[in-house]
Antibody
């Protein structure tokens, strides 16, 4: 059974950079694409981007200038960096396993981690 | 950003059937697969339907998905109290450099 676990700070200051890591267990990170998705309080879901174990990444155009997603296949984990934070970036951040041929097929999710942007 | 539209709310009584719609465009739902997710309060979304109309193992056959043109639907029959949750549709969008777009979500209330 594949399991994903997000880790990182729960509170970040405005203008700083958020760093989150997703650790994958019960399966190899080489098998699929892997995505980050966020959900602002009381709002809908927003796809941030995805990465393959080779390091090839695709980002949401609305966030592309501020996002870097990287992968460490030896640690079986992938990471998110989001820079120039504002209060609008306050959200629950999820990592999820994505399809190989079809992006949007998120069959395994982490529990999510709440990130609050505040001074 | 591309838009996929869902009704904000839906409701039904136990045993009834309910349908949730998802309206997109020729750059997302039209040419690509649709996925449906169920999110209970305080939990991560759970995959309900993949590739328009396929159910993952463990998802009851009370849940069914369909797609026609640039729209998709999720049908739930034999409504149960545990079906009360938020439901989201999703699809790949071919515009710009490509991205996943989610519908705004539909809150289903079981009366």
């Amino acid at each position: 059974q594949v399991q994903l676990q997000e880790s990182g700070p729960g509170l970040v200051k405005p203008s700083e950079t958020l760093s989150l890591t997703c650790t994958v267990s019960g399966g190899s990170i080489r098998s699929n694409y892997w995505s980050w998705i966020r959900q602002s309080p009381g709002k809908g879901l927003e796809w941030i981007g995805k990465i393959f174990y080779s390091g090839s990444a695709t980002y949401n155009p609305s966030l592309k200038s501020r996002v870097i997603i990287s992968v460490d296949m030896f640690k079986n984990e992938f990471s998110l960096k989001l820079s120039s934070l504002t209060a609008a970036d306050t959200a629950v951040y999820y990592c999820a396993r994505d399809g190989i041929l079809s992006t949007g097929w998120f069959d395994y999710w982490g529990r999510g981690t709440l990130v609050t942007v505040s001074s | 950003q591309p838009v996929v539209t869902q009704p904000p709310s839906a409701s039904g009584t136990p045993g009834q059937s309910v349908t949730i719609s998802c309206s997109g465009s020729s750059s997302n739902i039209g040419p690509n697969y649709v996925y449906w997710y169920k999110q209970a309060p305080g939990t991560a979304p759970k995959l309900l339907i993949y590739r328009n109309d396929q159910r993952p193992s463990g998802v009851p056959d009370r849940f069914s998905g369909s797609k026609s043109g640039t729209s998709a639907s999720l049908a739930i029959s034999g409504l149960r109290s545990e079906d009360e949750a938020d439901y989201f549709c999703a699809a790949w969008d071919d515009s710009l450099s490509g991205l996943v777009v989610f519908g705004g979500g539909t809150k289903l209330t079981v009366l």
